[in-house]
């Protein structure tokens, strides 16, 4: 039986991980009691005595806990952004080619993020493959459930005023096109300078689209949808969690519209790609707190503990 510590359990990462480990009989969640939740000592122990720590937290808050943790055997995956592009920390996105092996190696596991897992596996593959250089001047754009914002942002969501709804039904941010996700996105899909990046945060409480816009005219030559298809075909054929819809795919359309909500409970990554001769669009689509935050969680605990891959979660 392995221990696991959810640090920070009490936000919307760390509820959703717990619900998932709850039922399940071959994992125990250790948890500060009640009348010690205020006690340095006890969460300091409590780091130290688990098999796994899954830090649910802000990012200075992890630092601080990974500060506390002596126990060369206590293993962490940190659900932050704090260590997701340092080099002494795994990053947790097995689906890439090499990284499973990584992880199950590694006793430091860096979470990805949402937008991060999306755009990485799109493009990844191509990089990989050449048909895309590393100079490629890529441009990305989301839309996402306000879950995604942590308790600050359900709330503004569910409790805003009728009269200005308008401020609320759509909400693209980043303008000043900074973002948190920036520093993964570029590394770990192997670009050169980071990605013109767009999200628009909607009103619907989980579920996302991460587009990639491809000129397949300023791409490699022979390179068109279609190739481009069958990279990202081949390239996820053994993956359980990434499945590659068919070229132009409209069976998931309903009326020409693309819901962000149809992987929501799941693990699960669905790639579109759409073509016409001048350009192509590459879609994915996850639920942003499955597989972009608590699912990922899990199945990263999963390779580490060496359990089977999808237990405790929805394919």
Same mark, same amino acid.
């Not at 359990?9 to 071959?26: F, K, M, S, W, Y």
């Not at 293993?75 to 080619?97: M, N």
């Not at 999200?199 to 005219?217: A, H, R, S």
């Not at 309903?254 to 590459?282: H, M």
């Given at each position: ?60 808050? %992890? ?67 050449? %048909? ?33 709804? *308008? ?8 303008? *000043? ?17 980071? =990605? ?43 993956? *359980? ?18 819901? =962000? ?17 001048? *350009? ?36």
């Amino acid at each position: 039986m392995k221990t696991v510590y959810v640090d920070g359990q009490h936000g919307t990462t760390g509820l959703e991980i717990i619900n998932r480990l709850e039922a399940r009989n071959d994992v125990e969640l250790i948890r500060i009691p009640h009348e010690k939740r205020r006690a340095a000592s006890e969460r300091e122990k409590l780091l130290n005595e688990a098999d796994l720590v899954i830090l649910c937290l802000p990012d200075d808050a %992890a630092r601080d806990s990974v500060s506390l943790i002596k126990n060369p055997k206590t293993k962490i995956i940190d659900a932050s952004t704090a260590h997701r592009t340092a080099e002494d920390w795994v990053y947790g996105l097995p689906e890439i080619f090499g990284q499973r092996e990584k992880i199950f190696k590694s006793g430091r596991i860096s979470n990805p993020g949402c937008y991060s897992t999306g755009f990485i596996l799109m493009l990844r593959p191509l990089i990989e493959k050449k %048909a895309l250089s590393g100079a490629y001047p890529v441009v990305t754009y989301s839309i996402t459930g306000y879950s995604g914002g942590g308790k600050g942002m359900i709330s503004e969501f569910e409790n805003v005023d009728p009269k200005n709804l *308008q401020e609320k039904i759509c909400r693209p941010k980043n303008l *000043q096109m900074g973002h948190k996700h920036l520093p993964e996105m570029q590394k770990m899909a192997l670009i050169e300078k980071p =990605p013109h990046f767009l999200p628009i945060v909607g009103k619907f409480y989980k579920g996302m689209l991460v587009f990639l816009p491809v000129f397949t005219e300023n791409c490699p030559k022979g390179i068109c949808g279609k190739r481009i298809h069958q990279i990202l075909n081949d390239y996820y054929a053994d993956e *359980q969690f990434v499945k590659v819809m068919d070229l132009n795919n409209d069976e998931k359309l309903n009326d020409g519209f693309l819901s =962000p909500l149809g992987c929501n409970d799941t693990n699960r990554v669905e790639l579109f790609v759409y073509e016409n001769k001048e *350009q192509t669009l590459i879609a994915a689509r996850l639920d942003n707190l499955g597989k972009g935050a608590s699912g990922a969680a899990v199945q990263n605990m999963n390779l580490l503990f060496g359990f089977e891959e999808s237990l405790g979660l929805k394919l």
